[in-house]
């Protein structure tokens, strides 16, 4: 079984900045892709980072330059920097962490709870 937990998140100005940590645990052999996916009202969930095991990072168009995603292997958490946030950022923040639980069965998705990003004056 594999647990994970999100923290961060808040209300912040235009222009401020936020960090979101999102840590997973248990039955963990190994872990591949992490990121994060964001949901605004009205909207679909769209990627907004991700980075690979080696620590390969991309990101969506509208974060570039203002967020950074980035791991922790020892701690099996992933972050995401959040700078210069905009009202456009609003959205519920999802983890997901690409882990094998076992040595020889496939990997399976596992996602945070979701925090709430609400950028407004």
């Known amino acids: 079984q594999v647990h994970m937990v999100e923290s961060g998140g808040g209300l912040v100005q235009p222009g401020g900045s936020l960090s979101l940590s999102c840590a997973a645990s248990g039955n963990i052999f190994s872990i591949g892709d992490m990121g994060w996916y964001r949901q605004a009202p009205g909207k679909q969930r769209e990627l907004v980072a991700a980075?690979?095991?080696?620590?390969?990072?991309n990101y969506t168009d509208s974060v570039k330059g203002r967020f950074t995603i980035s791991r922790d292997n020892d701690k099996n958490t992933v972050y995401l920097q959040m700078n210069s946030l905009k009202p456009e950022d609003t959205a519920v923040y999802y983890c997901?962490?690409?882990?094998?639980?076992?040595?020889?069965?496939?990997?399976?998705?596992?996602w945070g709870q979701g925090t709430q990003v609400a950028v407004s004056v």
């Open positions: 997901y962490v690409r882990i094998r639980a076992w040595a020889g069965l496939p990997e399976t998705d596992y």
């Open positions: 980075i690979s095991s080696g620590g390969s990072a």
